[in-house]
């Protein structure tokens, strides 16, 4: 006799690095490159005691043009990367073996750099129509 059983996962957000609620309410679905993210900078893996890994809420992305999925916002990347979209709203769970992630994407509103992980330098982002429209607060200026 086959017995199912369902189990669930509840993963608290830790959104420190969001200044204010504005965006939260219009977040875009993308789907994460796990493979071109960095374990611990960007993510946690799923280990003995959570069967469940997860990328880490605030990380930078920017669009991989050659496959469409999202990767860690890298200034210096030439595969797409260099345009940052925005961070990953919500903590995204994934389980062992798993390349592509679903996630929420924030793109507008305000955040506070010294929280982000991994940081960024928001004097890096060059401004692009196909860009993220969020506003760092707590840069450092030149």
Not at 16 to 31: F, N, P, V, Y
């Amino acid at each position: 006799m086959i017995q199912p059983y369902t189990t669930s996962v509840t993963v608290t957000a830790d959104r420190d690095w969001l200044a204010s609620r504005h965006g939260t309410d219009s977040t875009e679905t993308i789907t994460l490159d796990l493979g071109k993210f960095t374990k611990g900078a960007h993510y946690v893996d799923p280990s003995p005691g959570n069967i469940h890994g997860y990328v880490r809420s605030g990380v930078p992305v920017g669009c991989i043009t050659a496959s469409g999925l999202y990767g860690p916002y890298d200034p210096e990347a030439t595969d797409g990367r260099a345009v940052f979209a925005g961070l990953v709203f919500a903590e995204a769970a994934f389980t062992p073996g798993t390349t592509k992630v679903p996630a929420a994407l924030f793109w507008h509103g305000a955040v506070k750099v010294e929280k982000i992980p991994g940081g960024i330098d928001p004097s890096k982002i060059v401004a692009s129509q196909a860009g993220a429209q969020i506003r760092f607060l707590g840069a450092v200026t030149a």
